[in-house]
DNA sequence: GACTTATACGCACATAGGTGCGTATAGTCA
DNA sequence: TGACTATACGCACCTATGTGCGTATAAGTC
């Protein structure tokens, strides 16, 4: 079964991998914290769990061009996407889930 | 002439060099506050410090290659040398300097 | 139901480079 | 000598990923 931060994980993945093609875990701990009001993940068990879904299949992932980072002046991001596995998975769990609010739903639509 | 934090780069630069072939701020703060006894200097003045040599030509600087900060799962150095230019700066202002204990005068050796 | 075990979690910190801001110090000029 | 200006400095914080450690919670076993 899916845990919270990895349905949260996902609902977000999927929300914004239309848009911008991937995301960051940085970028992903804010996001969390505003939807949940407050900083609820540390940024340690996030990449834990970022990790924990890369090498479970749910996520893949690749790091980003050395020359972006420079151009722009700032460590180098891991950039990930959800697998289909991974959005297989959260749509299972979320129809369970989505009555009990765990999860926006955002991503479903 | 050469600011105090200038002059201690360079030398603790020019102590390095030569066994490794490069530094970078991170160890070079490390490698002062042991001299020093505490963190004399902050990192911001330290890099500071180190864009303003490169600028001047005192020091060149080059991002070290992404597969061995990657291979070390650790974020990627500024590789500085010291040049000929900063060598004979830092030779003139250390021998006045020296009587003073300004610098350890380990590089003149 | 109690007892053990696995693991997910938060906290603190490490690694590396960097900026914004207010202050202190040094240098310049009248 | 006093005012005025430039800049070097420390402090706090940012960007990004990651680990070590102790605890809490869940799952599994008897």
């Given at each position: 079964m899916?845990?919270?931060?990895?349905?949260?994980?996902?609902?977000?993945g999927l929300t914004i991998q239309p848009r911008e093609g991937s995301f960051f875990g940085f970028a992903l701990a804010r996001t969390l914290a505003e939807r949940d009001g407050s900083a609820l993940v540390s940024h340690g068990t996030l990449y834990r769990a970022l990790n924990?879904?890369?090498?479970?299949?749910?996520l893949e992932s690749e790091w980003e061009a050395p020359e972006l980072a420079e151009a722009d002046g700032r460590p180098r991001r891991r950039l990930y996407r959800v697998t289909g596995a991974g959005e297989a998975a959260f749509r299972a769990a979320a129809r369970t889930e989505?009555?009990?609010?765990?999860?926006t739903?955002?991503?479903l639509a």
């Amino acid at each position: 079964m899916l845990l919270p931060i990895e349905l949260a994980i996902l609902d977000a993945g999927l929300t914004i991998q239309p848009r911008e093609g991937s995301f960051f875990g940085f970028a992903l701990a804010r996001t969390l914290a505003e939807r949940d009001g407050s900083a609820l993940v540390s940024h340690g068990t996030l990449y834990r769990a970022l990790n924990r879904m890369d090498a479970a299949g749910l996520l893949e992932s690749e790091w980003e061009a050395p020359e972006l980072a420079e151009a722009d002046g700032r460590p180098r991001r891991r950039l990930y996407r959800v697998t289909g596995a991974g959005e297989a998975a959260f749509r299972a769990a979320a129809r369970t889930e989505q009555q009990r609010g765990t999860v926006t739903g955002e991503a479903l639509a």
